[in-house]
């Protein structure tokens, strides 16, 4: 029976083309009641998530991100409002049906939460188990689950014998196992170092592409959210204040929550040094494009009666559009130097004044 949970593109039920939704929130609402009175995890949020996307979530701590992605397979029963994955109101379903409803959606953990005393083939098999699979085909999906995550060679060792990275590996083969539609990271990296980050971040992408399976995650960095999502929303206070597609969050940050995010992935300090030694008016400019700037600038020079001094410049690339960044010095009158700022914003996608003329 081998290949008949053959992972390709298409498989996957309720797979389908982008633009569908696979998962609807409507009016959602989490409330926890506790001695001192009511806590409001997640405040009346609505989103749609379409087929294939890779939608993130980032907030601080306490902002309501794991409420919210809990509810999305009701591990948190929500207080109000209705969880739709792809077309079916899970608040209404029986327990039966739930279960049924749940195999769609896999979910991967912060601290992987693997079983210690079964090895990594065991732990992955446990789910097809749960899901009364027959044994024989149990053990061909185990292996190609394992070849899909890179761990074909492991499928005997205890977690304890694992790195972090490979422990989430198995925790993402375990979350396929059943052929789910979507799945739910729970700061999945934010216990790795950068570069283990990295290679579970590709394995992701690799997973939403080859199989189409609709990814959302939560997390507190900003860079996640700039490596593999399409869409972000910024959580604060159990709401989402800012939402949209990644390239337009970083150009265009709307709230000052979102640009703090955003800071830390394109902020870079100048020395104390430059920035004495120059008297004019410091601009951060931001461009759509890897050199589009440099003929926006050499016009900017042109017409008018400004001196230009390059401080710093660097290029983003998100997804895979490149953002291209640079601090400059201008010199000249103040009115000039105005008039050369307001031809920059009517050019570039943002110009800041880091700071006026000295
Ligand atoms: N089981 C619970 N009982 C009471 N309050 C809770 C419970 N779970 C979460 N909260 C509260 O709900 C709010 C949102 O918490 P939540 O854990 O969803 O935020 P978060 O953004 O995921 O934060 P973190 O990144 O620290 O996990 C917080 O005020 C939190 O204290």
Known sequence: ?????????????????????????????????????????????????????????????????????????????????????????????????????????????????????????????????????????????????????????????????????????????????????????????????????????????KINKELGITIVLITHEMEVVKEICDRVAVMQDGKFVEEGPVYEVFAHPQEELTKHFISSVLQFDLPAAIVEHCAGTIVKIQFKGAVAGEGVISDMLQQFNVKGNFLHGKIEYIQDIPLGIFIMELQGSSSAVADAISYLEKRTEQVEVIRDAA
């Open 1 to 205: 029976m081998k290949g008949a949970f053959l992972i390709v593109k298409g498989h996957v039920e309720g797979l389908g083309e982008r633009g569908d939704a696979m998962i609807r929130v409507e009016n959602l609402v989490k409330e926890y009641k506790t001695k001192k009175g009511i806590i409001i995890g997640v405040d009346h949020v609505n989103v749609t998530i379409e087929k294939g996307e890779v939608f993130g979530i980032v907030g601080y701590s306490g902002a309501g991100k794991s409420s919210f992605i809990r509810c999305l397979n009701l591990l948190e029963t929500p207080s109000n409002g209705e969880i739709y994955i792809d077309g079916v109101g899970l608040t209404s379903l029986s327990k039966q049906e739930l279960r049924a409803a749940r195999l769609k959606i896999g979910m991967i953990f912060q601290h992987f939460y693997l079983i210690s005393a079964k090895t990594v083939a065991e732990n992955i098999a446990f789910a097809l188990k749960a899901a009364n699979h027959p044994r024989k085909e149990i053990n061909d999906r185990v292996h190609e689950l394992l070849e899909m995550v890179g761990l074909a060679d492991k499928a005997e060792v205890y977690p304890a014998q694992l790195s972090g990275g490979q422990k989430q590996r198995v925790g993402i083969a375990r979350a396929l196992a059943n052929n789910p539609s979507v799945l739910l990271c729970d700061e999945a990296t934010s216990a790795l170092d950068p570069s283990t980050t990295k290679s579970i971040l590709k394995l992701l992408k």
